[in-house]
């Protein structure tokens, strides 16, 4: 059973992501299937912040399909460069959107997402096999700090790939 002591939601976003770090990688540690790190990975983070969707996107193809995830049902494939999804993939780049309803071609899987974040998530070799994909319910919900800590997060599944 993983011991993880998740970070007192009583604390700032960027303290709940220091302390959140290495409790996650003490938990990836010893995991070889990256599907149940991925698991455990959006658990994790769905329960530290309390935002509406936090899952993956795998890279399958030319397409991306949906990976473990935590929240209402979601979409299940989508293409290269359609959404904020595959727009992270195709430009190989973080993607914030404060406001949903602004993105051009935006994939709209729950009414209940105003913004999101859209991080990839790379192996050793530099190349994208997933996407991490967070929508809150509220507009403008992440900014720069949370890019950069995501894709920090997002390291720790790199040698997974």
């Not at 959107?97 to 974040?117: K, Q, W, Y």
Request: net charge negative; hydrophobic share 45%.
């Amino acid at each position: 059973m993983a011991d993880l002591h998740l970070p007192d939601t009583t604390l700032s976003r960027a303290d709940r992501y220091l302390a959140l770090e290495p409790e996650l990688a003490a938990l990836l540690q010893e995991e070889r299937d990256v599907v149940a790190a991925m698991a455990n990975f959006s658990a994790a983070v769905h329960q530290t912040f309390g935002w509406h969707w936090v899952g993956f996107y795998r890279v399958v193809g030319n397409e991306l399909v949906l990976g473990p995830f935590q929240g209402p049902v979601a979409c299940t494939r989508i293409a290269k460069g359609k959404g904020v999804c595959g727009t992270a993939w195709a430009e190989g780049r973080t993607m914030l959107v404060p406001d949903v309803d602004l993105f051009p071609g935006h994939i709209a899987c729950s009414a209940l997402s105003r913004s999101e974040v859209v991080v990839p998530c790379r192996n050793e070799q530099g190349d994208i096999r997933a996407v991490l994909d967070i929508d809150s319910s509220l507009v403008a919900d992440f900014d720069e700090a949370d890019a950069r800590a995501l894709e920090r997060l997002c390291d720790l599944l790199r040698p997974l790939w």
